[in-house]
């Protein structure tokens, strides 16, 4: 082989945020406080801060390698924490605030977290674990309110602030290379004991530069971007980094994540470009229309986690004017996979076809490639109606677990990442999820999709959310049980008219044997139905 003679760069994060201070040291980070007033200062700012915060690191003990715990919410000292740690070679390793406590601590101790940044909003969360996570030698607090703060916490309590102020400002970032590890962000369990996805400094990078292409997220100097997804939600699908690297303004909202909140922060601070679960957007979308706000300033609604469903992108595009670009993606993943955005040869079909391109979950971003495969692990067409188990690969995908004891089949033996999702593909390589592999309704040896059947139920007007699982049955093995809490604004529909709505739309044997009503669907941690729960609640024979 003739090798190339170009320069071995190293993709490390470090080069972004020096990126990012060069270019534009005037663009801003906005954060809501705890208290509602707006703090702000400029990437220069937040440059000088992060490299203070790396000496805080050392003068703690962090050493290259460490895992440093993060527990809050999305504000300022986050975004500090995800250049800062591996700007110091370290961890950054974000905790799911919504996590039961068997399952923090299960994490914290799994990952042996040396120091935990926690937001104070959120101490006694974690003071309720504090006996069982021994093993932290730190806990450092920001967002302390004036006056201090009481806890019971054992070992060493700081203030972040205090720290921050004695700490000099000169650092050498201790970057050893681009494969060094740089970020640590666990599954949610929902199958299982959480399962660690281990970063890069590379991968991250990578992923950084994939996500901002423009047949992606495509975030550029001009946007003012809005994660509302939790920055402990897969690396809050990487804006923070993307930001950085182009010099969009960021806006932060801190604890208030309720749908009224969000959309004042996105009017007043001229979101263009906001990220977070169908959960939030729908919310959002019912609360607007009971406190009208003009929210059109957002030219990319980016939405993934679940299915968005297509009656909910619809309506933001109608009567919100708001361009949905929906994406799937895993923590394992870093977690972009694919977005749906219209190509040229969608441009001249009705709306309506439009749409229905749009729901899907979309193409792989250049970086990722996929193939679906049978239960044999033979490769299927894409053909937009053969079902298979989707499987990823890439530069930011992940190639094993942390510190996983016993076996797991995530990974095939010809280096792809399995899913767990059932898929379809189009020609064009638009993939649409069916289901989840678990979650699938399998009746009389074939599949129903509870996906498709919880969209077009929460396109009934008087449905706000719509579950369905698989419950045991004598004859098909399973069949479909939907849960259905019904909209504020409206009479509950009945369990007749929900048949009968559903009826022209799918296969008679597709329809759900009933219809459940309840006023709330348990969510998991990273706001997805929770069907063990509802299966442990609805699915005993
Ligand atoms: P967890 O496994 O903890 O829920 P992830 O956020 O990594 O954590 O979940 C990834 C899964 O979420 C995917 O495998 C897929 O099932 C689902 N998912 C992500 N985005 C979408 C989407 N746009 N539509 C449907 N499902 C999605």
Known sequence: MLSGLMMNYQLTIDRILEHGNRLYPYKQVKTKLPDGTLHK?????LFRRVKRLCNVLEGLGVQPGDRVGTFAWNNSQHVELYFAVPGAGAVVHTLNIRLFTDQLSYIINHAEDKVIFIDATLLPLIEGLADRIGGVEHFVLFNVPHGGIETKLL??????????????????????????????????????HPKGSLYSHRSMYLHTVGSCQAAAVGVTENDVVMPVVPQFHAMAWGLPYAAVNVGADLVLPGPHMQPSALAEMIETERVTV????????NGMYHDLKQNPRDISCIRALVVGGSA??????????KELHVNVVHAWGMTEMSPLGTVSKLLTHHMDRPQDQQWDVKARQGYPISGVEMRIVNEEGRELPWDGTTMGELQVRGPWVARAYYRLDGGDDSFTEDGWFRTGDVVTITEDGFMTITDRTKDLVKSGGEWISSVELENLLMAHPQVLEAAVIAVPHERWQERPLAVVVPTLASEPPRAVELRRFLEPQVASWWLPDDFLLTDQIPKTGTGKFDKKVLRERYART
Not at 274 to 281: H, Y
């Open 41 to 45: 200062y400029s990437y220069r700012d």
């Open 155 to 192: 070992g060493r309590v700081h203030d972040y602030e205090t720290l921050m102020a004695a700490a000099d400002e000169e650092y050498t970032w201790r970057v050893e290379g681009e494969n060094q590890a740089m970020g640590l962000c666990y599954t949610s369990g929902t199958t299982g």
């Open 274 to 281: 906001a990220a977070g679960v169908p959960t939030i957007w």
């Open 308 to 317: 968005m469903p297509r009656s909910l992108i619809e309506a933001y595009e």
